[in-house]
């Protein structure tokens, strides 16, 4: 049963670099979402996905784009990173929404950008 | 703006007394709300919930209540047990599935 799974754990990048942070989930889930941590800030929603082909912008989506393809994977894109992307990202996912239930979260993914 | 607020980034209490976490709100449109437990190096898993419709809701030895007209909830830990020190996350919702939390309080339960 691995649940939601995030990779990679760790990333350092370069400002300017681009990379994609992937979230897959098994549990058949609609609703998947991604937010990142900050010291004193908490979770913040960057964006979620109530369905396949379907996103939306969460309270901080500026330099993040996402896709959904398919009711599996949510992957994260930073195309241009900057030191303010420096955070912790954690992908979420709930059977019908965030209005209903908890949500089950990955491990995280550490990203640095210098 | 923090729609959700922790204005306590840690709290210290003994093996066996209560935990008191609290959190406030200030959208009056949230009708879901959430208390998370993160351990270091892991994701916030759910404890326990609270619908709007409600003012308290138990789950062993968590209860979390919900003040609508102070926009406040609590989550009461007792008793308390090392095992229950780490990083506690209030959330809310509403119908736009934009899941707001707070920043979070820092729980240390010594033996």
């Known amino acids: 049963n691995a649940g939601v799974t995030q990779t990679p754990k760790f990333q350092v990048l370069k400002t300017g670099q681009s990379m994609t942070l992937q979230c897959a989930q098994d549990m058949n889930h609609e609703y998947m979402s991604w937010y990142r941590q900050d010291p004193g800030m908490g979770l913040r929603l960057i964006h979620y996905?109530?369905?396949?082909?379907?996103?939306d912008q969460g309270e901080v989506p500026n330099g993040y784009n996402v896709s959904r393809s398919t009711t599996e994977d949510f992957p994260l894109r930073l195309l241009s990173a900057a030191p303010s992307q420096t955070s912790v990202y954690f992908c979420a996912s709930n059977l019908a929404g965030a209005n209903t239930g908890e949500l089950f979260f990955g491990e995280g993914s550490r990203l640095t950008v210098l | 703006d923090q729609q959700v607020k922790q204005n306590s980034p840690s709290l210290s209490v003994q093996e066996g007394r209560i935990s008191i976490l609290n959190c406030d709100y200030t959208n009056s449109m949230f009708d879901y709300f959430l208390w998370y437990k993160k351990y270091p190096a892991e994701g916030p898993t759910f404890l326990i919930s609270?619908?709007?419709?409600?003012d308290k809701n138990e789950d062993g030895r968590f209860t979390v209540f919900l003040n609508k007209s102070a926009k406040h909830l609590s989550l009461h830990i007792v008793p308390s047990q090392p095992g229950d020190s780490a990083v506690y996350f209030c959330a809310a919702s509403n119908n736009n599935n934009d899941m707001r939390f707070g920043a979070g309080t820092r729980l240390t339960v010594k033996p």
């Open positions: 996905s109530v369905g396949a082909g379907i996103t």
């Open positions: 609270i619908s709007s419709i409600k």
